[in-house]
T-cell receptor, first 115, second 114 residues
Framework: DSGVTQTPKHLITATGQRVTLRCSPR?????VYWYQQSLDQGLQFLIQ???????AKGNILERFSAQQFPDLHSELNLSSLELGDSALYFC??????????????FGAGSRLTVL | AQKVTQAQTEISVVEKEDVTLDCVYE???????LFWYKQPPSGELVFLIR??????QNEISGRYSWNFQKSTSSFNFTITASQVVDSAVYFC???????????FGAGTRLTVKP
């Protein structure tokens, strides 16, 4: 158990729907990252939050949004879902800022299937 | 922008064979960090090693060893005497000078057969 908790583990929904993925970071970690892993795109960085504020943004679609709450858990909202959004969504956390680059601790992922 | 290339998509070996997973990176920064992560069939990404650009010493941890060569922009990973439990997808990743955008390679799927 990495200490990073993601729910749900599996989610099946239909095109056009909206889903919310939840992540609780490892105890003591202030930074949360979201990654998307799909067969054709590999592991793509989506967005990072630190202590409630957005710190970095990657290849995140406008239909997607995220936030980090005061208790440090984070939610990734995916709307107007398309078939191509089917993927494994990872949350990771780290102690950031820190000296040197962060070691990200990943959760088990949420597998989203859009039918 | 940083880039990581793992040219080997899939590797299959028989147990007890040694295997090397290649990783080549591109970056303009002089300070950067390289990582290897393992993704077993269970799906979770497990951190294996971090190396900064100023430390070219090779590292050994049990059956795992890493060869960092700045001259060839490579950070290769060798598993000695492979075991079935080593079967997983292995990702190499690069982070530039505390950049929060960690870039992953496409991964190498290693299958170790009994």
């Amino acid at each position: 158990d990495s200490g990073v908790t993601q729910t749900p583990k599996h989610l099946i929904t239909a095109t056009g729907q909206r889903v919310t993925l939840r992540c609780s970071p490892r105890s003591g970690d202030l930074s949360v990252y979201w990654y998307q892993q799909s067969l054709d795109q590999g592991l793509q960085f989506l967005i990072q939050y630190y202590n409630g504020e957005e710190r970095a943004k990657g290849n995140i679609l406008e239909r997607f949004s995220a936030q980090q709450f005061p208790d440090l858990h984070s939610e990734l909202n995916l709307s107007s879902l398309e078939l191509g959004d089917s993927a494994l969504y990872f949350c990771a956390s780290s102690v950031w800022p820190s000296s040197g680059a962060n070691v990200l601790t990943f959760g088990a992922g949420s597998r989203l299937t859009v039918l | 922008a940083q880039k990581v290339t793992q040219a080997q998509t899939e590797i299959s070996v028989v147990e007890k064979e040694d295997v090397t997973l290649d990783c080549v990176y591109e970056t303009r920064d002089t300070t950067y960090y390289l990582f290897w992560y393992k993704q077993p069939p269970s799906g979770e990404l497990v951190f294996l090693i971090r190396r900064n650009s100023f430390d070219e010493q090779n590292e050994i941890s049990g059956r795992y060893s890493w060869n960092f060569q700045k001259s060839t922009s490579s950070f290769n990973f060798t598993i000695t005497a492979s075991q079935v439990v080593d079967s997983a997808v292995y990702f190499c990743a690069l982070s530039e000078n505390d950049n929060n955008d960690m870039r992953f390679g496409a991964g190498t799927r290693l299958t170790v057969k009994p």
